[in-house]
C-alpha cells in the first residue's frame, strides 16, 4: 500500500520536489489533514455483498435517469429539496432542488453526502438483538421476532402496571418529515404512555418570542438582501444554514453593514464587516447597553413603541435606572465607544435586523437575552418590516393534518391524570382531547437520565427511541447509561450503530429520505417539499409508520384491540393524507402532485412577520412588558439575568460542526476523508501555559467527566474557552462532548414547549496533555 | 473560437464548506481516501486566522499540461475548449503525472492501480450543465468562467501560497479574502 500515499498530502509533497516554491507552498497551504489522505483498504466499501451495485459513476447524461424530488428532512434550518437521480433502481446521485430559490439548485457537505448514506456498508440492514447492551454481540433476528418480543413486553407493562406509563417515547429531531409524527402517532395508539417533551434546541427564544410577540414568526430570510444593517447574533450560517449567505453577501453588496457578535471568531464572522467577541451568556447585557445609549441619544423610535408597544416606558424606566453602557459594555468585554457606534448605526438604518442564533439562548439566562435583543429590534421600529425583524424561526408552514401523528387511545386505557403541557413546539394541541379523563405522563426530554432515575410507579420498563441519538447528543452521558440500567428494554430505530444503538436491546433497521413518501417544511425559509419514494427501502428496513403498523398488526392479533395504529398502511397514502386545504392556499398548489414538478412557496402577505402589527400576545402588541412571562415566574421585562458561575477555569463551547446535523452525516466514510477526526481548539497562550502543543493529545475534564482528543491551537477562540463541536463518531473512536455537558437548565422553553432547555453553552471545563 | 474553461475560486465568498469536495464525490464516488477537489486552509502567514480563508482546488487544465507533456502511455489529452482529460484505459499506473503535476493534482488509486483526477466534468459540460462542485457552491464562490472573455479585475492567476508556475499557464483564477474589522475583548 505504499504507494497509495501519494493520493494526497504525500502527492503533493512529492509533486512540488520539483518546484522552488514547495517549502513555501507547503507552509502556506495546510493539508486539511494527513489522515484524510490515508489509504482506503478496499474499493469503495460495498454496501454487502447482496445489496445493488453502487460503485464508481461517471455523468451518463440526463436521460439516463429517473428524477424524484426528495428533501432533507435533518433538522436544519435550510432544509433543502433535492432532485434525485436514479439509475437501475440506484441513487445514483443528487442535486439541489432548482424550482427553489432557497435551496437554489445547490445543497451542502451532508446533502450531497445521501448517496453514500444510502449505500453505506455501516447501514443497519435487519432488525438485530443484542445480547448484553454494548457488547456488540448482536444476532440477526426477523421482524417477526422482534416485533413478538416487544409486543409482549409492551402486554406484560399493561398487565403489570394497569397501564402503559412504563412505556417511554424519545424522540426529536432525526427526521423531521411530517408522517414521522407518527412515532408519537404509535405511542398514543397503544394508549397513555410516557413522553419525553420539549426540545434541547431552541425553546428558551421560542418562549421568549412568544411572550414579546405571541409567536415565533421570522421574516423570509430571503428579505435579507433588502436590509441596510444585519447583526448575526450568536449565529453561524456558514456551518449551519449555507444558503441564507448568499442573502447576506447580497446585502452586502447593495450597501448593507454585517456586524457579527459571537464568543467565537466563526467562519460567517470574518465574512461581515465587523466582528465583536463577546463573553458568553452577556447578550442581554449587552442588548441592554446598546438600548441604553439610544434611550440617551433619543434614537428610540417612540412613535412606534407607542403606537404597537406595550410597556416600553417601563422598560425604559428600568434600563434609566439600572443599566448603564459602561456597565453593559464590560459585561460584553467589548469597548464603550464601539457599542456605542454600532448601536447609533443599527438605530440610523432603515430597515434593519438581528439574526437571533440558537446558541446564544443556549444558557441560564439565554431566554431573557433574546427578550432584550427582540426588544432592541422593537424601539428601533424594525419589527413587521421588509428586511427588519428578529429572526429567530417559524412555524408558519407547518400547518398539516398530523394525521399519523393524532391517534386515539385503545378503549378502556388507563393513563396519567396530573396536568400536563404541550408536547413540544410542534404540538398544536390537535392530538390533545379535552374530554379525555386520562392523558400521557410527561417528561423532560433534556433530563432523560434523571427522569428515568427518578421514575416511580411505575418506573421506566420499556424505551422507545427513534429519530434521536440520545446517548450521543443529550447531556451527562454517564447518567444516561447509568439510567438505562434500570430500564428493562429499549428499543432503537435508526440508520447507523451510533453509541444509543449501543445501548439498545432492539435496533429496528429504518429506512433513508430516499426509500421513504413525506414531506418537508422549514423552520426558517418558507418553502415546501414533497419526499417521493425515489428507491425501493434496502433490505429489510422500514419507515416510522411502517413500523407502527407491523406493530399493530402483531399486537392486534395478541390482543384485540389493544392497538388503534392503522395496520397495512400505504406510505405514499399515509403522506397524502397530511394535505388539507389550509396547507394548499398557503402555498398555491391545487394537489400535492404539483409539487413533482418543483417546490412550493408560501403566498405571504408580505415577506416581513408581523407586517400589520398585529401581535398574538393577549394585548396584541408588542409586549415590552409581558405579564405571562411573570405568571410563568421570570420577571415582566427583559431585566438583566446574570449567566451561570463558573464551575472549571475554562468556558466550554460545544457547538454545531460543519460537517455534520447533530450526529448526521459524520459517521460516513465519505465525510471522514473532509473531516478525519474531532479536535478541542485551544488559544495558543492558554495551551501554552499547560505545555500543549498542536496536534498534542488532551484530556478534557470537568465533574461531569471527560473525553481524550488532540488539540489544535487557534485564535479563534478567546483564551478562557475550548472549544469542540458537538459529535463525531466512527467504530473507532468514543469521543462524545455530552461526557462534559451537564443537564442544567436554561431560565425559558417550558411555556411553549413543555420542558426549559438546555444550558449547552453554560459548561466549564479543564485540559491537560496526556500521553497520546 | 472555442471557449477556455477555467476555474474561479472567489475566496471573498468561499466559507470553507466542504460541499464543493463532496459534490464531487456524489457525482463520481470516488473511494474512501480519494477527493478529486480539495479545500485547503489558507496559512495564518497569508491569512491571520485560522481555518478561516480557503483555497478550493480542483485540476487546473494548465495551458501546457506537464501532466500530458510526461505521460509515456498519453493518458492525457487536453480538449479544445481546455479541459485535460485522463483517460484511465491507457494509463499504466506509471505515476509519472504525479512527479510533473506542480499542483499535486493527479492521485494514484491503489485499487485500480491508475492515476485519476478532476475531469472538470466534461460530460456534464457537454449536456450543458455546469461541473458538479461549481453546481453545489451555496455561496457563488466557485463558479466556471471562459478565459477567453473573462474580465473579473479582482481575479489573479497566482495568489499567495499557490505555486508560482507560469511556463504551465494554471487556468484557475483566484479572488483574494477579505478581513472584517475585529473587536477582540478587553476582559
Known sequence: MHESKSSGAKNIELALGSTLSRRSFLKILM?????????????????????????????????????????????????????????????????????????????????????????????????????????????????????????????????????????????????FGITHYGVEGMLSSLGYTTRFVGTPCWPAGIDAQNYDMGNMWCNDPEDMVQAKYIIVWGANPAYCSVHSLKYIYEAKKRGAKVVVIDPVLTQTAVKGDEYWQVKPGSDGALALAMSRHLIDQGLVNRDWAAANGLGYDEYEAYIKANVTVEWGAEQAGLPVDVVKRVAEEFAAADPATIWIGYGMQRHVNGGVNVRAIDALVAMTGNVGKPGGGARYGHLFTWGFNYNAMVQAAPEGSVGYTGATGPKGEFDTGQGADATASYTDRTFNINKIGQEILDAQDPPVRLLWIANKNVVSQDFDKNKIVKAFEKVEMIVAVDLFFNPTVEQADIVLPTVTPFEDWTVNVSYWHYWLHLNEQAIKPLFETKSDIEIASALSAVLNAKQPGSCTFPQNIDAKEMMIKEFNDGIYQLFGITSWEDLRKGAAKAKLPSSASWSDLKFATPSGKYEFKSEIAQTNGHTALPEYKAGREAYAPLRLLTPHAKHGLHSQFQNLDWMHDLNPEPLVYVHPQTAGAKGIVDGDTVRVFNPTGEVRLKAQLTNNVPADTLLMYEAWFSAKNTFNVNLLVDDVSSDMGAYKTGSPGVAIHDQFADIEKVAA | ????????????????????????????????????????????????????????????????????????ASAYTKRDDGVVVHHPDLCIGCQQCLHTCPFGVPQYNPHTKKAEKCSLCWERLDAGLQPACVQGCPTGALSLVDLNTFDDPSAIQFPPGFPHRPEVGPSTRFTLPEQPKIVRRES
Open chain 2, 1 to 72: 473560437m472555442s471557449k477556455r474553461y477555467a476555474f474561479h475560486v472567489n475566496m471573498a465568498l468561499c466559507i470553507g464548506c466542504d460541499t464543493c469536495a463532496m459534490a464531487c464525490k456524489n457525482q463520481y464516488h470516488q473511494e474512501a481516501g480519494i477527493v478529486w477537489r480539495k479545500v485547503y486552509p489558507v496559512s495564518e502567514a497569508i491569512y491571520p486566522h485560522r481555518d478561516r480563508a480557503w483555497m478550493s482546488l480542483a485540476c487546473n487544465h494548465c495551458d501546457n499540461p506537464p501532466c500530458l507533456e510526461g505521460c509515456p
Open chain 1, 31 to 175: 493539508m486539511t489533514g494527513a489522515a484524510a489522505a490515508l489509504p482506503s483498504t478496499g474499493l469503495l466499501r460495498s454496501f454487502s455483498q447482496e445489496g445493488p451495485a453502487f460503485g464508481r459513476a461517471t455523468f451518463a447524461g440526463l436521460g439516463a435517469y429517473q428524477t424524484f424530488r426528495n428533501a432533507c428532512p435533518r433538522n436544519c434550518y435550510d432544509t433543502c429539496g433535492i432532485v434525485s437521480y436514479v439509475k437501475d433502481g440506484v441513487l445514483e446521485f443528487v442535486e439541489g432542488e432548482p424550482t427553489s430559490t432557497y435551496t437554489d439548485g445547490g445543497l451542502c457537505v451532508k446533502g450531497y453526502a445521501y448517496p453514500r448514506t444510502v449505500y453505506s456498508p455501516d447501514r443497519i440492514k435487519y432488525p438485530m438483538r443484542q445480547i448484553g447492551r454494548g457488547s456488540g454481540n448482536w444476532e440477526r433476528i426477523s421482524w417477526e421476532e422482534a416485533l413478538d418480543a416487544i409486543s409482549g413486553k409492551i402486554l406484560e407493562i399493561k398487565e403489570k402496571d394497569g397501564s402503559l406509563l412504563g412505556m417511554a417515547l424519545t424522540k426529536y429531531s432525526g427526521n
